[in-house]
């Protein structure tokens, strides 16, 4: 259970941050939370999302890069922590062309296979 700075109430990954939608937890710090995805498109594919709501990387600002950056600091030590020796993939979807479901910025984290490709 962990307090997220302006609470949607209408949010998924708030309620998940908050505790009251269960999730498997990978990570956890006083500014960002880590957690399985539901419907994995990969071996490992873990989100990363901030404990404030931001809507998505649309709303990336300088008042929440240094939020975002400790962001991708913890993306290189989960890819790590989960063995991903090989690489992987970081996605963030934004807006509706960009294919986003859920409106609270998150980074995908995917890898366990190759993921050589298409890109989109
Ligand atoms: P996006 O489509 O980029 O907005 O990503 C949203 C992701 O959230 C999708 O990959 C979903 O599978 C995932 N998701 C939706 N509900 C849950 C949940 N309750 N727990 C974990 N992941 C979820
Ligand atoms: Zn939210």
Redesign the pocket.
Same mark, same amino acid.
């Given at each position: 259970m962990s307090d997220v700075l302006n609470y949607h109430d209408d949010c #998924?990954f708030c309620k998940?941050i908050k505790g009251d939608?269960p999730?498997?937890k990978v990570y956890e710090d006083e500014r960002c939370y880590a957690?399985?995805?539901?419907?994995p498109?990969a071996p490992t594919?873990v #989100?990363v999302v901030p404990k404030t709501h931001i809507g998505s990387c649309a709303e990336i600002t300088g008042d929440n890069a240094a939020l975002v950056a400790h962001i991708f600091t913890v993306v290189a030590r989960i890819a790590q922590q989960e063995g991903l020796t090989g690489g992987y993939r970081v996605?963030?979807?934004v807006g509706p062309d @960009? @294919?986003?479901?859920?409106?609270h910025l998150?980074f995908?984290i995917l890898g366990g296979r190759s993921l050589s490709g298409q890109m989109g």
């Open positions: #998924l998940i939608i999730s498997a957690f399985r995805d539901i419907n498109q594919h #989100l996605v963030s979807n @960009g @294919g986003q479901t859920v409106p998150h995908h």
